[in-house]
């Protein structure tokens, strides 16, 4: 029996808190490419970047919906909880993906739509049906998608992609594993019940560990590279350095911990769930030092 939905529904779809950090790391490429931007074609493209972030969302809750009624942590999503229908909610993601990409080359230009709808094709196309299910590299390889936002930022200042835009989508890139494995640890129960492969679900919780480790060790000397660049100054190479050794203390307590293998994903404070909480943080400090960097140097 199908239940009214509202427009919060709708809102929902869009995954609101995971467009937040596309749409801030966008306006970070926007604001520290080299240039001027009029600022109404400035809004308009991070307003760009912000409707296909949520389309991407909305697509994805489409094709996901039957893995997200068996999981606890999404089976009151929209789609699962019957809020809103599959075809409604397609033809929702669909229509926000086309205009955005379609506004951002007939308003700003035409290479930062073309990478713009990359990123929405490889989202919806590589990750959410080709690899989410298959492989538990997913969140490796579908992590490219996350991070082309501060590529299409500066391409919309610039017209083009240089160096710098390129190591912030490694940055990102990087990050994304530590990021989500920390997630899929604490909630291993939930993607083993839903059949999704992730790391913990196929290797176990002692290799997702390990390799949590590994990527953050090659993310922190990473973030190190701008400033080596000469592309920022000292205050944002101190920076980087702080939040990476915090990330590093984190990890370890990650890698030290047994919380999760006794079954016990998805309660307490552990570990695993505060160094996921602590990623998105230091994103969000990291990318913000070095627009406060160049803005004021």
């Known amino acids: 029996m199908a239940v009214e939905s509202d427009y919060r529904d709708w809102i ?3 995954k609101p808190r995971v467009m937040t950090l596309v749409v801030f790391t966008g306006v970070i490429g926007l604001l520290v490419a080299p240039g001027h931007l009029n600022p109404v074609l400035a809004f308009t493209a991070i307003l760009c970047i912000a409707v296909a972030a949520g389309a991407c969302g909305a697509i994805n809750m ?9 999981m606890r942590r999404t089976r009151d999503r929209p789609i699962p909880a019957g809020r809103i229908q599959p075809g409604p909610a397609l033809g929702f993601g669909v229509t926000l993906a086309a205009g955005s990409v379609l506004v951002m080359g007939l308003v700003v230009n035409i290479p930062a739509a073309l990478i713009l709808a ?24 579908g992590g490219a998608a ?6 299409i930022g500066w391409a ?30 604490w909630a291993n129960d939930d993607y083993r019940r839903a059949g999704v ?8 919780a002692k290799e997702t560990r390990r390799q949590i480790l590994l990527y953050t060790i090659v993310l922190v000397p990473l973030t190190m590279v701008p400033y080596l660049m000469g592309f920022s100054g000292l205050p944002y190479g101190i920076t980087a350095g702080l939040l990476g050794l915090i990330f590093l203390e984190r990890v370890y307590r990650v890698i030290t911990d047994r919380q999760d293998e006794a079954g016990n ?19 969000f400090a990291l990318f913000g030092a070095l627009a406060i960097d160049r803005l004021i140097g």
């Open 197 to 204: 492969p992730m790391l913990p679900v196929v290797s176990g």
């Open 156 to 185: 919309a200042v610039t017209g083009s992609v240089d160096l710098i835009p390129l190591v912030l989508f490694g940055i990102v890139f990087i990050w994304t594993p530590p990021h989500f494995w920390s997630l899929a640890l």
């Open 62 to 70: 489409w094709y996901d919906r039957d893995i997200d009624a068996i």
């Open 118 to 141: 990359l990123s929405v094709c490889f989202y919806v196309f590589v990750y959410t049906m080709w690899l989410k299910r298959r492989t538990p590299q997913n969140i490796v390889i």
């Open 146 to 151: 996350g991070a082309f936002p501060a590529v």
């Open 12 to 14: 929902a779809l869009l």
């Open 265 to 283: 994903s998805l309660t307490g404070d552990a570990p695993a769930k505060a160094a996921f909480k602590y990623s998105i943080l230091y994103l």
